[in-house]
């Protein structure tokens, strides 16, 4: 059974780009979570996803970033006109229906030149 | 609102000898709690979790931790440190509310392993 993936691992942006990341939640899971590790900090909680629902986006920024989890497809973490605060590495989990134990990518680490 | 506070952003052992890495919550609510490593350029494993009244929880890899409410700690302790120990290790709390389970996350220990 495939793990949680996501791509790119690695991505550069020069300032005013976009970026685009993208995670596959494990097979059987409809419940996606992305969090935000700046460096040497904790990971923060960005939004909470179901298929084709945002259920919680609490932790996004107002403006620049938004998500989605399509019916069919990755879920999607978009950054518009990155800046280089936004350089930091972008973690994607996903859970079970009715599970509490969140299983985790490996991360997208964004770099902002 | 919940929290985590991990006690000591860096934590040296000598091969062999205990770990003890701590960890203090705050919730209005019974939590439940997690810890998780996380090795270079690599994502979170989860290591254990606390979710029923067993306080004394065992994880993967020889780990384990005691939740303790009159302390509102979840130390991670194991008896020998090996050297594919050293990593980053985050403590977690999250709600019991059935469905969303919000992660909040300490901002980790890093473990450091000595010959």
């Known amino acids: 059974n495939a793990g949680v993936m996501q791509n790119p691992r690695h991505l550069v942006r020069r300032r005013g780009q976009e970026a685009r990341l993208r995670c596959s939640p494990m097979?059987?899971?409809?419940?996606v979570y992305w969090y935000r590790q700046l460096p040497e900090e904790g990971l923060k909680f960005m939004v909470y996803?179901?298929?084709?629902?945002?259920?919680?986006e609490s932790g996004m920024p107002k403006e620049r970033f938004s998500a989605e989890f399509p019916k069919e497809g990755p879920s999607i973490l978009r950054i518009q006109q990155v800046v280089r605060g936004d350089s930091a590495a972008y973690f994607c989990a996903s859970s079970p229906t009715s599970g509490i134990e969140q299983y985790f990518g490996p991360g997208t680490r964004l770099t902002v030149t | 609102a919940q929290s985590v506070t991990q006690l000591g952003s860096h934590v040296s052992v000598s091969e062999g000898a205990l770990v003890l890495l701590r960890c203090n919550y705050s919730?209005?609510?019974?939590?439940?709690l997690f810890w998780y490593v996380q090795y270079p350029n690599q994502g979170l494993q989860l290591l254990l979790k606390?979710?029923?009244?067993?306080?004394l929880v065992k994880g993967i890899n020889g780990f384990e931790a005691e939740f303790k409410k009159s302390e509102t700690s979840f130390h991670l302790t194991k008896p020998s440190a090996h050297m594919s120990d050293a990593a980053e290790y985050f403590c977690?709390?999250?709600?019991?509310?059935?469905?969303?389970?919000?992660?909040?996350f300490g901002t980790g220990t890093r473990l450091l392993v000595s010959p």
């Open positions: 996803l179901q298929k084709e629902n945002i259920i919680d």
């Open positions: 977690a709390v999250s709600g019991r509310n059935t469905g969303f389970q919000k992660l909040v």
């Open positions: 606390y979710t029923s009244a067993a306080t």
């Open positions: 097979k059987g899971h409809s419940h």
């Open positions: 919730s209005s609510v019974p939590p439940y």
